[in-house]
């Protein structure tokens, strides 16, 4: 680009257009300075302009499309995306909370890049299967950074429940001896259960209604741990 000064003036014009865009790259300079004079000596002067961007910093959003998945191997995409384009890549940290933990019951990456002048990108939230049971688990997961190119929409949070597939345990009662003598015998009662499970299990004894031994005849805790 060049400025014609004619002969017998002492100064030329040369416009400068700002393009717009939709992508957000915050506020730009442009510096400019004399390369070249012709019939003339530059000077070392420079001129500098600043660019306003237009475009809003984008938001980042999160969302998932189940809410509920089974236990054995069922996944939902967890989809981010941005209300604009943005010059710079946008590392979006999520954070994961709730009764399931991360690499036991589910995996998913926790830093998630949505490429320049891209607004969506899209991971995958696997559940993982046991044979222990634990009842349903919640899964919650949030914006927890953003980085500086990009601000989160509020409160950005999903709630995901894990549905158990093994049965709940059966308890069965067993004892080591049938017969035990008056005179300070001792049986051991046992509480067995099957399949295992995660959580304490507390076992609430009675007395059937068809025995013939009065509650004074023997001593037994009506709770097994």
Not at 142 to 160: H, K
Not at 202 to 216: D, E, N
């Amino acid at each position: 680009t060049s400025i014609q000064i004619r002969p017998g003036k002492t100064g030329g014009i040369a416009k400068l257009l700002a393009r717009d865009d939709r992508i957000h790259e915050g506020d730009e300079t442009v510096i400019i300075s004399v390369a070249n004079v012709n019939n003339g000596v530059g000077s070392n002067k420079s001129v500098t302009l600043t660019i306003k961007d237009n475009e809003f910093t984008p938001k980042v959003s999160l969302s998932v499309d189940k809410k509920t998945l089974e236990e054995s191997g069922d996944s939902t995409p967890v989809r981010i995306k941005l209300s604009g384009m943005s010059a710079c890549n946008v590392t979006v940290t999520l954070g994961f909370s709730g009764t399931a933990k991360a690499g036991e019951d589910y995996e998913i990456g926790e830093t998630i890049t949505i490429p320049s002048e891209k607004t969506q990108v899209v991971t995958e939230l696997l559940t993982v299967d046991d044979e222990i049971y634990e009842g349903n688990k919640t899964v919650i997961v949030e914006v927890e950074n953003t980085g500086p190119c990009a601000v989160e929409s509020g409160v950005q949070r999903q709630s995901i429940t894990i549905v158990d597939n093994d049965p709940p345990p059966v308890v069965t009662l067993s004892a080591d001896s049938s017969l035990i003598s008056e005179e300070g015998g001792i049986a051991i009662i046992q509480a067995t259960t099957n399949p295992a499970s995660s959580k304490e299990i507390i076992v609430t004894l009675a007395i059937g209604a068809s025995s013939t031994a009065p509650s004074t005849d023997f001593i037994l805790p009506l709770t097994i741990i």
